[in-house]
């Protein structure tokens, strides 16, 4: 088994490196002389890696979501209480923080794009990830986008023909120190 170690920013695995050298009668080594040998580590294959991955951000990008319905049903129809719910199944040990760049809505006919403003845009959402007592399992999360965290309402009085999503992702948003894995 390979062990890997934290020193400062690196992840460190140490080697153990055996040799014999054998010298012909009346030969010595001397302070100068230099042993150096060349380490090749590829092919490797891992069942599950365990250590901290540091933080980093992730440019998911644009997805959109057709409301083409809208041009059935015509402008002018307002939603009670809507939802968006986005679902999140993760298995790997690594926290994930999701960030709204922009949520907007594209209307048919290319006018101004009305934009989501409130908390959910603020702050990263957490998506759950299993912890290193839980390797092997999937934990599900569901980010919900409705009226008391944005202005969802209003974007959809305004009969979007698609929802944008400009996301990034953030590795490790709130760092405990805590072990990351993937497996």
């Given at each position: 088994?390979?062990?890997?170690?934290?020193e400062?920013?690196?992840?460190?695995f140490?080697?153990s490196?055996?040799?014999?050298?054998?010298l012909q009668?009346?030969?010595?080594?001397?302070?100068?002389?230099?042993?150096?040998?060349?380490l090749?580590?590829?092919?490797?294959?891992?069942?599950?890696?365990?250590?901290?991955?540091?933080?980093?951000?992730?440019?998911?990008g644009?997805?959109?979501?057709?409301?083409?319905?809208?041009e059935?049903?015509?402008?002018?129809?307002?939603?009670?209480?809507?939802?968006?719910?986005?679902?999140?199944?993760?298995?790997y040990?690594?926290?994930?923080g999701?960030l709204?760049?922009?949520?907007?809505?594209?209307?048919?006919?290319?006018?101004?794009s009305?934009?989501?403003?409130?908390t959910?845009?603020?702050?990263?959402?957490?998506?759950a990830?299993?912890?290193v007592?839980?390797?092997?399992?999937?934990?599900d999360?569901?980010?919900?986008i409705?009226?008391?965290?944005?202005?969802l309402?209003?974007?959809?009085?305004?009969?979007?023909?698609?929802?944008?999503?400009?996301?990034?992702?953030?590795?490790?948003p709130?760092?405990?120190?805590?072990?990351n894995?993937?497996q």
């Open positions: 088994a390979t062990s890997f170690s934290r400062g920013d690196l992840n460190v140490n080697v490196f055996e040799a014999t050298i054998s009668a009346g030969l010595s080594i001397s302070s100068t002389d230099v042993l150096s040998f060349t090749t580590y590829r092919d490797q294959e891992f069942e599950i890696v365990f250590g901290f991955f540091g933080q980093d951000n992730i440019q998911v644009n997805q959109t979501i057709d409301l083409s319905f809208y059935e049903l015509g402008a002018g129809i307002t939603f009670q209480r809507p939802e968006i719910r986005l679902q999140f199944s993760n298995s040990g690594i926290p994930l999701l709204f760049n922009s949520i907007y809505g594209l209307p048919a006919d290319s006018s101004d009305t934009f989501i403003s409130g959910v845009t603020q702050a990263p959402q957490l998506i990830s299993p912890s007592n839980q390797v092997g399992e999937t934990l999360s569901t980010l919900t409705n009226e008391t965290n944005s202005n309402q209003e974007l959809l009085a305004e009969s979007p023909a698609e929802i944008g999503f400009d996301l990034r992702a953030l590795i490790n709130n760092v405990t120190g805590e072990r894995f993937v």
